[in-house]
């Protein structure tokens, strides 16, 4: 990756390079924030000030806190790159579920003076009412495991980059209702990868396999997924200084997921053989 931006970052006119060199690699800084998020603390100033010294021997040399919310941005794009790596090299088993969950950025009091994600986050509405923030798009296996993510604006509708995530996927997609659009259904029908949701009660009901069903009844999986990225991972913060910070933090727990041993999954070994 570092030979990657060495080709690509744009010159800055002149040849002087900066003097200041940090006291912890990139490596080590990421290897830091998954901590806090492997960590029982809730508050990374917390974890870095007081639990942090519990590992004083990997890390023998530790810049001040401030020092390292600085430093952290210099992880975005290795963050970005790892996650899309580790999503990249989960195996398909042909059985995969989507949702969209929402990470708001403050409360809703505060939507119209807040600042720091100003023209990047927008006011959306789900299912636990409105909120004023982005929406983490997720594609998971069966097993628990990620395949993609999306992050867009709040108010971005759930249908709108399932085609962006779905690219080269085969087998079966399980969503919410949601997701129910007929044009969707086709594309996705004729690249090998079928949709499956459930049917509205204004809707024709229409014939559905019976493995199918019991799989869409296992939906709760993708739920379980995202309280456990909210709760143990904690995923939704509301007082970043720096929009770059807050992706950082957003990638970070995701990463922390992806490499989770003991995973959220569902059992399939009692359907019914065509």
């Not at 023998?60 to 941005?73: A, D, G, H, K, M």
């Not at 006011?123 to 004023?132: A, C, D, R």
Request: charged share 25%.
């Amino acid at each position: 990756y570092e030979i990657f931006m060495a080709k690509n970052m744009l010159s800055h006119g002149s040849d002087k390079k900066p003097t200041r060199i940090p006291c912890l690699a990139i490596s080590e800084i990421m290897t830091i924030m998954i901590l806090f998020h492997q960590s029982p603390c809730k508050n990374f100033k917390y974890f870095y000030l007081s639990y942090l010294q519990n590992y004083t021997d990997e890390f023998p040399v530790l810049p001040s806190y401030n020092r390292f919310v600085e430093l952290q941005q210099r992880c975005l794009g290795h963050f970005h790159a790892l996650l899309m790596l580790l999503c990249a090299l989960a195996q398909q088993t042909g059985i995969n579920y989507i949702d969209a969950t929402c990470v708001p950025v403050c409360h809703n009091k505060r939507t119209s003076r807040h600042k720091v994600f100003k023209g990047l986050a927008a006011l959306g509405k789900s299912t636990m009412g409105w909120f004023f923030g982005f929406k983490l798009h997720l594609k998971k296996k069966k097993k628990g495991g990620l395949l993609n993510a999306l992050l867009t604006p709040g108010n971005v509708d759930d249908r709108k980059p399932v085609r962006r995530m779905v690219h080269r996927l085969k087998g079966l997609l399980l969503a919410d209702k949601g997701y129910i659009d007929k044009h969707l259904f086709q594309d996705l029908h004729e690249n090998g990868l079928k949709l499956v949701t459930g049917v509205k009660k204004n809707m024709k009901n229409k014939l559905m396999d019976l493995n199918e069903k019991i799989l869409l009844r296992k939906r709760s999986i993708i739920e379980t997924v995202n309280g456990v990225l909210k709760t143990d991972f904690q995923l939704v913060h509301t007082r970043h200084r720096s929009f770059v910070n807050g992706f950082i933090h957003i990638f970070s727990t995701l990463v922390s997921y992806c490499i989770k041993e003991k995973k959220p999954r569902i059992r399939f070994d009692y359907l019914i053989p065509n």
